[in-house]
């Protein structure tokens, strides 16, 4: 390319002259490209931070969710007899229950509690609530029979010794027809459910 009056520029090792209008449109674009890479590189560093974010969000949610639902299902109902109830109630899922020492435990009161069920002295697989808390109403029978009647009377805080006796057709061979001590700890009672 020929020498033009003007500005210079350098391509391979050459001088070139370039008209001024050419320079400051040249210059322009190469601002705007500087910008949108700019723009580009913003957009990825918050991507790069939103993305990540976003999974420990879903993660975490999708973890409480299947606990709140575990803990009523799998541990309460193949031990003492619980229902397909999730890990709250429809009464406990508007309000929170009370760990108030005062309020006492009546039939028709939703309770939150923990347990552990042993078999001659040794606890058996399904019999232990992991301290996850599960949810349940005295008096619906769900639990197996005489379970939920021994948790009248008691207060939210209490630990209280439960004796049953699982009955012949459980659906679990080690477990038919056994007696059972179930260590119970009263969570709490839900307000708005009862005393």
Same mark, same amino acid.
């Given at each position: 390319? *020929?020498?033009? *009056?003007?500005?210079?520029?350098i391509?391979?090792?050459?001088?070139?002259?370039?008209?001024? +209008?050419?320079?400051?449109?040249?210059?322009?674009?190469? @601002? %705007?490209?500087?910008?949108?890479? @700019?723009s580009?590189?913003?957009i990825?560093?918050?991507?790069?931070?939103?993305?990540?974010? @976003?999974?420990?969000?879903?993660?975490?949610?999708?973890?409480?969710q299947?606990?709140?639902g575990?803990?009523?299902?799998?541990?309460?109902?193949?031990?003492?007899?619980?229902?397909?109830?999730?890990?709250?109630?429809?009464?406990?899922?508007?309000s @929170?229950?009370?760990?108030? %020492?005062?309020?006492?435990?009546a039939?028709?009161?939703?309770?939150?509690?923990?347990?552990v069920?042993t078999?001659?002295?040794?606890e058996?697989?399904?019999?232990?609530?992991?301290?996850?808390?599960?949810?349940?109403?005295?008096?619906?029978?769900?639990?197996?029979?005489?379970?939920?009647?021994?948790?009248?009377?008691?207060h939210?805080?209490?630990?209280?010794?439960?004796?049953?006796?699982?009955? +012949?057709?459980?659906?679990?061979?080690?477990?038919?027809?056994?007696?059972?001590?179930?260590?119970?700890?009263?969570?709490?009672?839900?307000?708005?459910?009862?005393?």
């Open positions: 390319m *020929p020498a033009v *009056p003007g500005s210079y520029y391509d391979k090792e050459r001088i070139y002259h370039m008209k001024k +209008e050419n320079r400051k449109l040249a210059q322009q674009r190469r @601002a %705007e490209a500087r910008r949108r890479e @700019a580009r590189r913003r990825k560093k918050v991507l790069m931070a939103a993305i990540p974010v @976003a999974a420990i969000i879903a993660i975490v949610l999708a973890a409480a299947f606990f709140s575990a803990s009523g299902t799998s541990d309460s109902s193949s031990t003492a007899g619980s229902a397909s109830s999730s890990g709250t109630g429809t009464d406990s899922g508007t @929170a229950f009370s760990s108030d %020492e005062s309020l006492t435990v039939d028709g009161d939703t309770v939150n509690i923990d347990y069920g078999v001659d002295g040794v058996f697989e399904g019999g232990n609530t992991k301290g996850r808390g599960t949810d349940l109403t005295i008096g619906s029978g769900r639990y197996i029979d005489d379970f939920e009647e021994q948790l009248i009377g008691h939210p805080g209490e630990t209280v010794e439960v004796n049953v006796t699982f009955p +012949e057709n459980y659906g679990k061979e080690e477990l038919n027809g056994k007696d059972a001590v179930f260590t119970v700890t009263i969570n709490g009672i839900y307000t708005g459910t009862g005393s």
